[in-house]
Nanobody
């Protein structure tokens, strides 16, 4: 079992930046590929970014367009999402999730709210 706790969300003006964190506990963190997702009000949850267990490989949704960076520190059991040049449409609850190797995100955090104001 893996427990995930996100933090770092908040209210920020358009054009600003935030660094989201996701702390993991439980089984060996480096074995898990990690992903970030988001869900805006009234919309389905969507994929944002993914990072391999080693941190070498990353993958992003097209809408990120260089504004977001996913990273991880396996010594700290933490994955990060740096979000820059925030737009109003980035307002959402951001979730991290863990993939234990079967291609499915089996574990999810409770989410952290990001609100972008004009």
């Amino acid at each position: 079992q893996v427990q995930l706790v996100e933090s770092g969300g908040g209210l920020v003006q358009a054009g600003g930046s935030l660094r989201l964190s996701c702390a993991a506990s439980g089984r060996t963190f480096s074995r898990f590929a990690m992903g970030w997702f988001r869900q805006a009000p009234g919309k389905d949850r969507e994929f944002v970014a993914r990072i391999s267990g080693s941190g070498i490989s990353t993958y992003y949704a097209d809408f990120v367009k260089g504004r977001y960076t996913i990273s991880r520190d396996n010594a700290k059991n933490t994955v990060y999402l740096q979000v820059n040049s925030l737009k109003l449409e980035d307002t959402a609850v951001y979730y991290c999730a863990a993939d234990n190797g079967d291609g499915q995100y089996n574990y999810w955090g409770q989410g952290t709210q990001v609100t972008v104001s004009s």
